[in-house]
């Protein structure tokens, strides 16, 4: 199989393994960037000989927020067969989003789980800071 036919097929195989919607986008280096999940959960980086896989993460800072993933591992896809790079790859993205959803908490009002990013303060989702800044006492 040529270099470029495994190449598409990777791009699919990743689609197909991300937690949707997945978010596709070139980097400036000409690399192929997924983003997984609503929120994100996990990031791929594909280039024309390595896989790349994040757990999505980020911090508040004053511009905003900036996304800062934490790497989770690299395979040489071109030196591998493919099953052992789908297999490879599949394990990474199902541990990088295990280790993402670890990291979400549950509000103490409503009790839903929300990615760190989206609490308000350490315990309190945005919309019920929202609903209890509304409250006149």
Known sequence: MEVSERFEQLIAFLGSQLPT??????GDDGAIIFIGGAPA??????????VIVFEYS???????FVVKPRR?????WRRLSE????????TLIKGAREMRLARYRSCSCCGEK??????FSDDV?????DEQRD???
């Not at 919607?21 to 070139?26: D, F, L, N, S």
């Not at 989770?72 to 040489?76: N, R, T, Y």
């Not at 099953?83 to 599949?90: F, K, R």
């Open 72 to 76: 989770v591992g690299l395979v040489k």
């Open 135 to 137: 409250i006149v006492h």
């Open 83 to 90: 099953t052992a790079v789908m297999n490879a790859v599949s």
């Open 125 to 129: 989702c945005h919309r019920c800071a």
């Open 114 to 119: 929300n990615a760190p990013e989206l609490l």
């Open 58 to 64: 980020g911090a508040w800072e004053t511009d905003g």
């Open 21 to 26: 919607p997945v978010e596709q986008q070139t």
């Open 41 to 50: 959960e996990v990031v791929v980086q594909l280039d024309e000989s390595n």
